[in-house]
């Protein structure tokens, strides 16, 4: 039996690992931490659970698809909840409310500007096509060839899918009001890029928005990590925990073995990299072993970074929701102070995730379990504890403003994590948080290749590989992965 290591057990590295298990490989997966899940791992302070990483789940289909590849289905490890409404958005002037059921929210849009629930319903027809083909297609490719492009529907829908336009151009094609524009483009934030470098073909995740809904998993996104982790240890797959990669062994253009920081050498015929891609190319192998170069790495354009609270109150709040995303200020400078000219944001735009509002068991009776997140650049430095106070203090008090409570005097549980964390404790490229923006030059083929071009057996899965940032991307990329690692041997 062939012997796979798997370096790391995120999303992507749990769904390469499954996926190589149940085509009879031997499969081990190394881990730094003491739990699965990487990015998203759980934290446990003082009785509340924080979700450390992701918090929308969406795209369901995706995760269905996933757990029938080995005859499951998600409702044999965690339960879904639709969200309604799905989320609430605080403008400069007024907050709303973006409901789960679409008539509520072509009303809504008519309200905002008059007419534009039509303009709606024609937007999210070619969203859907993006999404049928995108998600069906495109997704699945490994980004080797131009050849795997030669689809009959993809090249006679290439104009369709609007590769070549950008979603900033193609939001402002059916809308005109400043709020319907910004609730179209946000969800591409997700992305990494700001809406004028993200091709339209990404409107798919306005129908993934929109149509396909918002969920909860019970007892938070950590569920996700617990079936996938419970999934693969029931088809033979070994984790090895608290064991941090040093170096991957070579010989004659070939990985031999995976060494750990306690020394432990774990032989493989395979190893399929699913940390930190340029870590690995840049800190495990040798330098005529690597694909690509410092310079090449520093010219990509990255996903942004995050500032993160995780924060307990001792108290319930009135009137808030599950999701909430706070567009109070300036959306143009912010996003140029990630993308255009990075620096810490003057004033910013947040998000707050209370998961307390939908699920009981994620803070202590009578408490609120609170998740603060600020986009940044990534590459940031002078990430001091300071620094971050100096934020909180600035967001806590717009977020007591616009939901009309006191929250400060009530902080029971407060921990802070950006830029400097990403890199210490995932070894993240310049501190990023979701991996390769998905800019039109670094899409599909033009994303750092799934296979080594210099170690014939070293392949690689995750965020900064194709197809992209994102939960559902990276249980993707893990299948696509395994059917790489398939195609070596047959070769």
């Not at 950008?166 to 910004?182: A, G, T």
């Amino acid at each position: 039996m062939k012997k796979v290591v798997v370096i790391g057990s995120g999303f992507a590295g749990m769904s390469a690992a499954s996926f190589l298990a149940k085509n009879n490989y031997h499969v081990t997966v190394v881990e730094k931490h003491d739990m699965p899940g990487g990015r998203a791992r759980k934290m446990r302070l003082q009785g509340f659970e924080f979700d450390m990483g992701p918090s929308w789940y969406w795209m369901p289909g995706v995760f269905e698809n996933y757990f029938a590849s080995f005859g499951k289905k998600v409702s044999d490890y965690y339960s879904l909840k639709r969200l309604d409404p799905s989320y609430r958005v605080y403008h400069k002037d007024r907050c709303i409310d973006v409901p789960a059921d679409y008539e509520s929210i072509r009303t809504m849009f008519d309200r905002i500007e008059p007419g534009s629930s039509t303009q709606l319903d024609a937007f999210l027809r070619e969203a859907a096509y993006k999404y049928e083909v995108g998600i069906n297609k495109l997704v699945y490719k490994p980004g080797r060839s131009l050849k795997e492009f030669l689809d009959k529907e993809l090249l006679t829908g290439i104009f369709r899918l609007d590769v070549f336009n950008s979603m900033k151009s193609h939001v402002r094609k059916y809308f005109r009001h400043p709020l319907l524009i910004q609730l179209m483009e946000f969800p591409v934030l997700f992305l990494g890029a700001s809406p004028d470098k993200i091709p339209a073909l990404y409107s798919l995740m306005n129908y993934a928005d929109i149509k396909l809904g918002t969920w909860y998993p019970e007892a938070g996104m950590y569920s996700i990590v617990d079936a996938m982790y419970s999934l693969a240890k029931e088809l033979g797959v070994q984790f090895l925990f608290n064991a941090e990669v040093t170096s991957i062994k070579t010989h004659n253009g070939r990985a031999t073995a995976v060494e750990t920081n306690n020394k432990t050498q774990l032989p493989a015929d395979i190893v399929v990299g699913a940390a930190d891609y340029q870590f690995i190319e840049s800190k495990l192998l040798d330098a005529p072993l690597q694909s690509y170069s410092e310079k090449y790495w520093n010219s990509r354009t990255m996903a942004p970074s995050c500032l993160l609270y995780y924060v307990g109150l001792n108290k319930k709040l009135n009137n808030i929701q599950h999701h909430s995303l706070f567009f109070d200020t300036d959306f143009e400078q912010h996003s140029a102070e990630i993308y255009d000219h990075p620096a810490w944001p003057s004033e910013p735009l947040f998000y707050v995730c209370a998961a307390s509002v939908t699920d009981d068991k994620v803070a202590p009776a009578g408490c609120e379990n609170l998740f603060f997140l600020i986009p940044v650049a990534a590459g940031l430095t002078a990430d001091t504890e300071t620094l971050r106070k100096e934020y909180f203090d600035k967001i806590i008090t717009r977020y007591e403003q616009q939901i009309g409570e006191q929250v400060s005097d009530s902080i029971v549980c407060y921990k802070s994590y950006s830029v400097s964390d990403f890199t210490a404790d995932y070894n993240a490229f310049k501190g990023n948080a979701y991996g390769l923006a998905n800019t039109l030059q670094q899409t599909a083929i033009l994303k750092p290749g799934m296979r080594s071009k210099k170690v014939k057996n070293l392949f690689y899965t995750g965020q900064l590989t194709v197809p992209g940032p994102g939960v559902p991307p990276a249980l993707i990329s893990g299948e696509v992965v395994a059917r790489e690692v398939a195609k070596y041997f047959i070769n």
